[in-house]
């Protein structure tokens, strides 16, 4: 028999994007390149996923949220160059850890 558990996406990206709700996933976004971009979390609702998202190029990026649901208490989180944040729902909204 096989075995349930948590799995991990590593994606690197350099272009605008949604993330990704797979269930018994946890992902993680690393943003590379010279141009702002901008990552945006699938909804809260029912997603126990974790987000880490690392900002590795060399600008300014946003974290944006989807139906007005917010990142403690904000619809942006901006990362600078160099920044990281771990991500979880509430089940309601985002929260930073």
């Known amino acids: 028999?096989?075995?349930?558990?948590?799995?991990?996406?590593?994606?690197?990206?350099?272009?605008?994007?949604?993330?990704?709700?797979?269930?018994a996933v946890d992902y993680v976004y690393i943003f590379t390149g010279a141009t702002s971009r901008t990552g945006t979390l699938p909804t809260a609702v029912s997603n126990t996923n974790s987000y880490t998202v690392k900002n590795a190029g060399s600008v300014n990026m946003d974290?944006?949220?989807?139906?007005?649901?917010?990142?403690?208490?904000?619809?942006?989180?901006?990362?600078?160059?160099?920044?990281s944040?771990?991500?979880?729902?509430?089940?309601?909204n985002w929260v930073i850890t």
């Open 85 to 92: 944040v771990v991500l979880y729902s509430n089940n309601t």
């Open 1 to 23: 028999g096989g075995s349930a558990g948590i799995t991990r996406s590593i994606n690197s990206i350099a272009i605008n994007t949604s993330f990704a709700a797979v269930a």
């Open 63 to 83: 974290v944006a949220t989807t139906s007005s649901q917010t990142i403690d208490g904000n619809l942006t989180l901006t990362l600078t160059p160099g920044q």
